[in-house]
C-alpha cells in the first residue's frame, strides 16, 4: 500500500482544480485518489468531464483519467476515501464556507483556494514563508468544531503575492504607506484566451471584490494570535486598484512604498534576496530554493521570460528606485495559478503535514 497520504480534491474539473492535478503527478507525498466537481460532473470518468477544456500546457496525468468524479455535495463518499482535500470550486461564498467546515466535521482536513472562510477568525490564511505560526490557531478552530483532525485552511489570495512577500522582507524598515496596481492575468477569473475573446487586445478596469482583497488580506498575514483567533495588524496603510490585462498566466504589481524609516535601495534588496520561511528551512517538497529574486535589468520582470521563475513558486521583482512622493517603486510578478493559487495550497499542505496537522487517518 502507497504510503502517501491520500488527497481529494473539490473542484478538480476547474482550472485551479486541473492546477493542483498537474502539480501532484508525482508529489512525494501526496496522491490524488478522488476528484468530486459539481453534480453535472458526478459519475463520468476525469477525462470525459475535462474533454476540451483541460487548460494546462502538460498532458493530462494517467493516473487521474479514469478516477469516476464525484459530486462535492456528497461529503461522507467523498471525506472517506482520502487523508485530507484541497478545495476550489465556485460555489456561493455560504455555500463554500458550509461545506468546507462539513468537511472538516468529518476529521477531513480542508486545504482552500476559495476566499469564503478567509475572515473567519480561527482559520489560519497563511503563505507559508511569511506567517507559518498562525497553524497554531487551528488548535482552537478544532475545539470550536469539536473535531480531533478536521479544520480549515487557507491561502490567500492571488493579488497580492506579488508584493506581499516583498514588504514582508521589508517590515524592518516599517512600511506605513503602500499604493499598488495590480495587472492580472486572464487565468485568474478561470479563463482562457479561448473562453474569453473579448480580453484579447483588451484592458477592464474592475474585478469584482479584487480591490479590498489586497488592501486587505496583507494586514491579517502580518497578524498575530490572540485569545485564541488572528488579529490583523494596523500597518502600513495599503490603497490599490485591480486590472485585468490581456495575460494568460501572471499577475504584476507596481508598488509605491513609504517607510519610516528610509533604507539605502541597497539594503531593501538585500533583505529582499534573503528573505526566507519554514519552507526553505524544512526543506518541503514545493519550497523555492530562493523565495524573491531581484532583477537589475530595466525591462523585467516581464510575464513571458520570468513567471516560471522556480516552477512558479517564486516572486520576481525589478525596477526598484527613488521616488519623487514616496520614498521607493518597484515591480513584482507572480505566478497566480501556481504560487497563487494550487501551488500555494500545496505548499500550505506541505507545511501542515511537517508540523503534524495533516496525518494518515
Ligand atoms: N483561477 C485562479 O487563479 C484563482 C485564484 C485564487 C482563487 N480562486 C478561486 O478558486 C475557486 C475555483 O476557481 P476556478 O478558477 O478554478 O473556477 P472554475 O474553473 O470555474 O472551476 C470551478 C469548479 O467548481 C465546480 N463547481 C461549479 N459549480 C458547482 C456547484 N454548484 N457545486 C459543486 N461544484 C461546483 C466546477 O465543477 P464542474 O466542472 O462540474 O462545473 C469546477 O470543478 C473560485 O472560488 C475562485 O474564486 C481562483
Redesign the pocket.
Known sequence: MSEKLKVGI?????????RFIALLENHPWFEVTTI???????GKTYAE??EGRWKMDTPMPEAVKNIV?K???EVEAVASEVDFVFS????TKD??KAIEEAYAKTETPVVS???AHRWTPDVPMVVPEINAEHMKVIEFQKKRLGTTRGFVAVKP??SIQSYAPVLTAWRKFEPTEVVVTTYQAI????KTFKDWPEMEGNIIPYIGGEEEKSEKEPLRIWGEIKDGVIEPTTWPLITSQCIRVPVLNGHTAAVFVKFKQKPSKEELIKAMVEFKGAPQELDLPSAPKQFIQYLEEDNRPQVQLDVNYENGMGISVGRLREDTIYDYKFVGLSH??VR??AGGAVLCAELLKAQGYITKK
Open positions: 473539490l473542484g478538480g474539473t476547474g482550472m485551479v482544480g486541473q468530486a466537481a459539481s453534480p453535472r460532473s458526478a468531464c475535462v468524479v459530486n462535492v455535495n476550489a470550486v465556485d460555489m455555500e463554500i483556494n476559495n476566499s489570495n492571488c487565468s485568474g477569473a478561470g497566480n495559478t497563487g493559487a
